[in-house]
């Protein structure tokens, strides 16, 4: 079969069913698991569909595809008066005793000044970060791997494997875009699966994103919309009675707090 051909089956699958996971592909076209992933990743790459761990998802017709990302410089520049809200709101979160993940990002890096002075230890794959987490006085590891410049974030298996070691008591996510359908999504397959072991590491998880973040979709998924909460600047009418995103569909799991 020609990798057009399989390309087609693909998608007509994934937007049909909205979701498929590798196994089904391997059975369907009669093809390996590292075919199925690479034909995913290819797709992806092109902006037809949503790669996710084991398969892929559909992307929603009203979300923007991201293919690109800012440097930290550039969206440092964006929004500053709604990330330093969204992260004094965040920091207030935090209790004595906590084990806290903070990811590397320019929302998250706005927590850093207004968390309370109190018994808590942070894990973070920001070296800006522990630098300034150590100066104020807190105890800070931060993990071994690869450093990716685009987002000054430390990333690789390295990394996740020493993530995966330990049980934060919550954690603190920056993400490149927020859809109900793909979740929440980043550009980088190396960065999301750690955004992926922290995630899985805490005992409650937050998502730190301005309202620019929504019904946007990068390259890959690191969480599904019902694995966080989202702290937000605002929504729009329509997020509002979106029914996918009431706080009542989703009390438990997902919820979005505004706080401007």
């Known amino acids: 079969m020609l990798t057009e051909e399989r390309f087609a089956i693909i998608l007509d699958t994934v937007n049909r069913k909205k979701s498929v996971r590798l196994n089904e592909l391997c ?19 092109m902006g037809k569909l949503i790669k996710v761990h084991g398969g892929a998802v ?18 440092a520049l ?8 969204i992260a004094k709101y965040a920091a207030s979160l935090i209790d004595e005793g906590d084990f806290v993940f903070i ?21 973070t794959n920001s070296f800006n970060h522990a630098k300034r987490l150590t100066q104020r006085g807190f105890q800070v590891f931060i993990p071994g791997g690869e450093i990716r410049p685009d ?53 409650k998880s ?6 620019s973040k929504f019904d946007k979709v990068s390259f890959v998924t690191f969480a599904h919309i019902n694995e966080a909460s989202i702290i937000t600047d605002t929504l729009s009418a329509d997020q509002r ?10 009390s438990g799991y997902t919820s979005i707090k505004e706080v401007i």
């Not at 992307?59 to 990302?69: G, K, Q, V, W």
């Not at 937050?206 to 309202?211: G, N, R, S, V």
């Open 151 to 203: 987002t000054e974030a430390i990333i690789g298996e390295e990394c996740v494997l020493m993530l995966e070691n330990y049980n934060f008591t919550k954690c603190f996510m920056g993400t490149n875009g927020i859809s109900v359908s793909a979740g929440f999504t980043t550009q980088n397959i190396k960065e999301a699966r750690v955004k992926t072991a922290a995630i899985n590491g805490s005992r």
């Open 27 to 45: 059975d369907l076209l009669e093809i390996s698991v590292s075919t199925a992933r690479r034909d995913i990743n290819v797709l992806a790459e």
């Open 103 to 123: 990811d590397a990002g320019t929302t998250t890096a706005q927590m850093l000044d207004f968390i309370p002075l109190k018994n808590v230890s942070f894990v």
């Open 206 to 211: 937050y998502i730190l994103a301005d309202h």
């Open 241 to 250: 009675s979106d029914d996918r995103l009431s706080v009542e569909k989703y």
């Open 58 to 75: 559909a992307i929603d017709m009203n979300d923007h595809y991201l293919s690109t990302e800012k440097s930290v410089a550039e969206k």
């Open 78 to 85: 964006l929004f500053p008066e709604e990330k330093t809200a």
